[in-house]
């Protein structure tokens, strides 16, 4: 749906980038440098949506909101800001303000946004953007836009593609969309791995999609059959064969060089290729992630994160990506009764899976960062430094080793020697030496 924008922004560039991007979306702009102008446009009834700067030669755009708000007490107003902070988004939700985006922004961002602002004031006109509240992966990170462009570009063509990402990121889903978003859809997602016989398994397919979850899994017997089926369908009319999409966390090229991937197989099906990002690239998804998780997994919707629930969450690193997210977000909603789920609750979960992993792998961790950490210190000029080298790096463990003890003794040096294993009068030295009060 095309709305009117009353855009306020003393930036040039900004008024620029954002007048053309909403044009193209259909969108008709009225911009300006400054509020007054701004209070005039929506006095006279002009626009649907107000999309303005916080800060406009020296002035809070918040001081002129009342007098907007008098006038036009439905208009939607999203504030964009590059003071991004708590006073800030304090006060835009003071103000009522439809959406706050932080600065630097993404255009999908604004322009999604000036979508649901029009639906919120005009429900009518719902059934022309069920696109936007369909969307099928959730996230709007820079990241993601390749994943997006790359899905729009090849769900409607026949060329095999291969999704690559690591676990957890989202590849079955990909190729679901993929599926979906094209003429197959209306014809079978096949996604069976036994290729015993050619001719069924074309009968089966039927012209659809054949998906293979992590190719790289497959055996050289099963690789051999599955190229038996390619070859085969090649003597079908174009309409009747079936496209091949694949999907893999390893790296095929490296496989293939093993000679445990073949290399005709491999031609055949990385033509087109789309990477997933790890969540670790996707910065701010996570909040939109988290939040859509909770609604989906809770009964109470009005339930949600703090931010700093958000911030733990946002610093975490995610090994297991989308899907670790969505498990501790379910996990959280069933043992938390709460309707704000607080940091506290997420580090305790978080504290347990460290519990509950495996105890080599912590080990093989912690000696991978005690090797990069001496690295990094035998890298450095020795004049440089006050100290030698081996002492330095000694006191990294030893000196959090005796403070652990003592800690868990209550002060007590003669148990804490015991816990360590050393004779008292050594502890007394280290104590000294470390200057450990």
Known sequence: MKYEILLADDDASIRLVLSKALT???????ATDNAETLIKWSAAGHGDIILTDVMMNGTEIFNYLPLISEDRPTIPIIIISANNTVNTALKAGRHKVFAYIPKPFDLVEVTQAIL?????????????NDELSKLPMI??????QPVYRAISRFSAGNLPVLIQGEVGTGKDLVAKLLHDGGARKKLPFFRETDFENTSLTLQKVNGGDIYIDEVAELSLKQQEKLLAVLTASEMNPPASRPRLISST????????????????????????EIRIPPLSERGRDIYELSASFLTRASANKSR??????????????????VRELENLVNR??????????????VLQEFIKDSESSNKVEQD?????????ACRRLLSIDPDSIDGSSYNIALSWVEKPLIIEALRLTGGNKAKAADYLGIHRNTLRSRLKVLDIS
């Open 24 to 30: 193209r979306a259909g969108h008709t702009v009225k």
């Open 364 to 372: 093989q961790k912690l000696r991978g960062l005690l090797e990069a």
């Open 249 to 272: 966390r390893k790296d095929l090229r490296k496989l293939a060089s093993e000679g445990k991937f073949r290399d005709d197989l491999l031609y055949r099906i990385n033509v087109a």
């Open 116 to 128: 649901r602002a029009g639906l919120s004031v005009n429900p009518k006109k719902k059934k022309i």
């Open 139 to 144: 996230g709007r990170s820079p990241a993601m």
């Open 332 to 345: 959280l909603s069933v043992l938390y009764s709460d309707d704000l789920i607080t940091a506290e609750m």
């Open 304 to 321: 949600r994160f703090n931010s700093q629930a958000l911030d733990v969450l946002h610093r975490h690193n995610w090994s297991g990506n």
